[in-house]
C-alpha cells in the first residue's frame, strides 16, 4: 500500500442477522484487523438505521478496545450538534484513561439522521452552527484549560485526546485548517467537493499545538474479491442496496428488480454517483485503484470503508485487502 490504511466500520449488521451477531462480526474484524497491521478503525455515528449498529460510538468503543491490544479506535464521527461538549470530553476522556494513547475522536457537523430523529434526539436545530465554537470547547475540557468558567471534564480533563474535523464541503475544510486540526473527507459517500476542499484545507492551514502541517485523510470503497466477475456482481448489489436504503418505505422492501429498474434512471445514477470512489476488483486491481485515488485526494491516509452485505463475501473483501497491508508490512 502506498500510505497507511485505517478501517472505517460501520457495525453493520447483515440480513438475517441480529445486533449481538452484528457488532460480534465488528469486535472480530478489529481483532483481526489489529493482526493484520491496519493503522486505526474508527465508527460511526448514525441513528435510526435499523442497519447500522454504531449509534453509540463510545459505548462500541469501549467494548471494541477492551477485546484488543494495540489498534488506534475512534470515532469517525461523533456528530457534535447532536451532544454537549462536556458529555462528549467524558466519554472519550474516560475512554482515554481506560486505553491510554488508543482513542482518538473525528468530529462531524451533520445530524447523522433525518430530521425526526433528530428532534427525538432533543438537540437545538441551530446547534450545527454553533460548530466551530463547540469544537474549541471540547478541546479545552480535554486539554487543561477549559473554556467554560467553574467547569471541567472529570474523566477528560487533561487527556489530549486528538481531534480530527470530518466533512463533505468546503465548511469542514475551512473549520479544519482554522482550528489546525487533521481534516477527513467523506468520499466514500459524498465524493463531489473532494480536490476542492482538500486544496482549500491545504491553502488555509494555520499550524497549532497538536498539529503543525496538514494532515488530509480521505475515504474510500473497498469491494475485494478473489475474480472480477464476483467482485462485479457484489458491486451491484452493494448498489441495489443503497436504493433500497433511499427508495423502501413504509416497511416494504424493494425487490432486486425493482432495485435494478432504478438504478437504471437518472436517479439511480446519482445514487451510484455517491460511490464514485470506490475499488473494485481482485487485490491487486484494488491496490493500484488505492494507489491512484491517493493521488487523486491529495491524501496523507486513506480509511477504507467495505459496503458489502453478505457476511461471507464481506470477510473475503477484509482478508484479501489485508494480505496487501501485510505485504506491504
Not at 435510526?48 to 453509540?56: D, G
Not at 462500541?60 to 491490544?69: G, K, N
Not at 427525538?120 to 463547540?134: C, G, I, K, N, V
Amino acid at each position: 500500500m502506498p500510505l497507511p490504511l485505517s478501517i472505517l466500520d460501520l457495525a453493520t449488521v447483515s440480513e438475517g442477522e441480529t445486533v449481538r451477531e452484528g457488532l460480534a462480526a465488528s469486535t472480530r474484524l478489529a481483532q483481526r484487523a489489529e493482526q493484520w497491521g491496519f493503522r486505526r478503525i474508527w465508527y460511526a455515528e448514525h441513528h435510526n438505521m435499523r442497519s447500522i449498529a454504531s449509534s453509540a460510538t463510545s459505548v462500541l468503543i469501549a467494548h471494541v478496545a477492551a477485546h484488543t491490544e494495540r489498534i488506534t479506535l475512534g470515532a469517525g464521527g461523533v456528530m457534535l450538534p447532536n451532544h454537549s461538549p462536556l458529555q462528549v470530553a467524558e466519554q472519550f476522556g474516560t475512554l482515554a484513561e481506560l486505553h491510554p494513547g488508543r482513542i482518538e475522536l473525528g468530529l462531524g457537523r451533520a445530524p447523522g439522521t433525518d430530521q425526526e430523529t433528530f428532534r427525538a434526539l432533543r438537540r437545538d436545530p441551530t446547534a450545527s452552527e454553533r460548530f466551530p465554537q463547540d469544537v474549541q470547547e471540547l478541546q479545552a475540557f480535554l486539554g487543561d484549560t477549559s473554556l467554560v468558567p467553574n467547569v471541567n471534564a472529570y474523566p477528560g480533563r487533561g487527556t489530549g485526546v486528538p481531534l480530527s474535523i470530518l466533512g463533505s464541503s468546503l465548511y469542514g475544510a475551512q473549520v479544519a485548517a482554522l482550528l489546525g486540526l487533521p481534516y477527513v473527507f467523506a468520499s466514500h459517500f459524498a465524493p463531489e467537493a473532494l480536490q476542492q476542499a482538500v486544496a482549500l484545507y491545504r491553502q488555509e492551514f494555520r499550524p497549532s499545538a497538536q498539529l503543525a502541517e496538514p494532515h488530509v485523510m480521505a475515504g474510500v470503497n473497498v469491494i475485494a474479491a478473489d475474480s472480477p466477475e464476483e467482485a462485479e456482481t457484489l458491486r451491484r448489489a452493494v448498489q441495489r442496496q443503497r436504493v433500497r436504503l433511499f427508495y423502501s418505505r413504509g416497511g416494504r422492501k424493494l425487490t432486486d428488480e425493482e432495485a435494478e429498474a432504478v438504478l437504471d434512471t437518472h436517479a439511480g445514477e446519482q445514487i451510484r454517483s455517491m460511490t464514485r470512489y470506490t475499488a473494485v476488483g481482485t487485490p491487486d486491481v484494488v491496490a493500484t485503484y488505492l494507489e491512484e485515488f491517493a493521488g487523486t485526494a491529495d491524501a496523507d491516509e486513506l480509511i477504507v470503508a467495505n459496503p458489502v452485505a453478505d457476511r461471507e463475501s464481506w470477510w473475503r473483501s477484509w482478508e484479501l485487502l489485508a494480505d496487501k497491508v501485510q505485504n506491504a508490512g
